[in-house]
T-cell receptor, first 111, second 117 residues
Framework: SQQGEEDPQALSIQEGENATMNCSYK?????LQWYRQNSGRGLVHLILIRSNEREKHSGRLRVTLDTSKKSSSLLITASRAADTASYFCATGRQAGTALIFGKGTTLSVSS | GAGVSQSPSNKVTEKGKDVELRCDPI?????LYWYRQSLGQGLEFLIYFQGNSAPDKSGLPSDRFSAERTGGSVSTLTIQRTQQEDSAVYLC???????????????FGPGTRLTVL
C-alpha cells in the first residue's frame, strides 16, 4: 500500500520559477526521502531528511518535514528545463524495511 | 560495481511464458529490493533481501512471482506463466543497512521493461 501521496500530480512552470511539491504520509517514520525519475526508468536519490530534522538544503533543493502534520515539501529554486522529471517522496521506517513510495509529481519546466 | 545493473533492459514475451529478470547490486550492499512500476504509477514494493534471505515478501502479487539471491549479491526475479497485467518496469535497488539508522538511501538500477503480449 502507498504511504506517501504527492501533491500536485502535475506541475508546469517556466524556467527560473520555483517549483514546490508536497507529500503527505500516514504512519510514523524514521526518515523521508525524495527521488527523481527521468523517462520512467531508474530513480535517483535527491535528499534524505530524518524525523528529528525540520529542514534540509542541497544545492537548489530545500526540503521541509513536519511530523506533526505528517507532511513534507520539496522546493526547487530557479528551475531549469533539465529539472523536468517525476519526483517521488518515499518514507523510511526502521532499518531492514523497504521504502514506501508515493505516486509522484510530474514536473515540466519550459524554457 | 559502479552502480546497480539490471538485465535485460527490455523483454517482450508471450502470455504464459516464464521470464527471469536479473539484478546486480552495488558491491558491498547487503540489502536488495525489487519494485514494480506500471505506466504512470508509483513504485510498488515486491520483495526485500537482507543478504540471501528475504524477510519481507509481502509485496509479491501472486505465487507466480518468486525471487532469489545468491552469494549476497546477484538476485533473480522470476515470473511464471506471465499475464498481460505483469507488463511493467521492474526496478531493483540496493542499499547499505545500518541497523540504528532507519531505511537507508536506495540506489536504483535502470530497470527492465517487461511487455507481455
Amino acid at each position: 500500500s502507498q504511504q506517501g501521496e504527492e501533491d500536485p500530480q502535475a506541475l508546469s512552470i517556466q524556467e527560473g520559477e520555483n517549483a514546490t511539491m508536497n507529500c503527505s504520509y500516514k504512519t510514523s517514520i524514521n526518515n523521508l526521502q525524495w527521488y527523481r525519475q527521468n523517462s520512467g526508468r531508474g530513480l535517483v536519490h535527491l535528499i534524505l531528511i530524518r524525523s528529528n530534522e525540520r529542514e534540509k538544503h542541497s544545492g537548489r533543493l530545500r526540503v521541509t518535514l513536519d511530523t506533526s502534520k505528517k507532511s513534507s515539501s520539496l522546493l526547487i529554486t530557479a528551475s531549469r528545463a533539465a529539472d523536468t522529471a517525476s519526483y517521488f517522496c518515499a518514507t523510511g521506517r526502521q532499518a531492514g524495511t523497504a521504502l514506501i513510495f508515493g505516486k509522484g509529481t510530474t514536473l515540466s519546466v519550459s524554457s | 560495481g559502479a552502480g546497480v545493473s539490471q538485465s535485460p533492459s527490455n523483454k517482450v514475451t508471450e502470455k504464459g511464458k516464464d521470464v527471469e529478470l536479473r539484478c546486480d547490486p552495488i558491491s558491498g550492499h547487503t540489502a536488495l529490493y525489487w519494485y514494480r512500476q506500471s505506466l504512470g504509477q508509483g513504485l510498488e514494493f515486491l520483495i526485500y533481501f537482507q543478504g540471501n534471505s528475504a524477510p519481507d515478501k509481502s509485496g509479491l502479487p501472486s505465487d507466480r512471482f518468486s525471487a532469489e539471491r545468491t552469494g549476497g549479491s546477484v538476485s533473480t526475479l522470476t515470473i511464471q506463466r506471465t499475464q498481460q497485467e505483469d507488463s511493467a518496469v521492474y526496478l531493483c535497488a540496493s542499499s547499505l543497512t545500518v541497523w540504528d539508522r532507519g531505511t537507508d538511501t536506495q540506489y536504483f538500477g535502470p530497470g527492465t521493461r517487461l511487455t507481455v503480449l
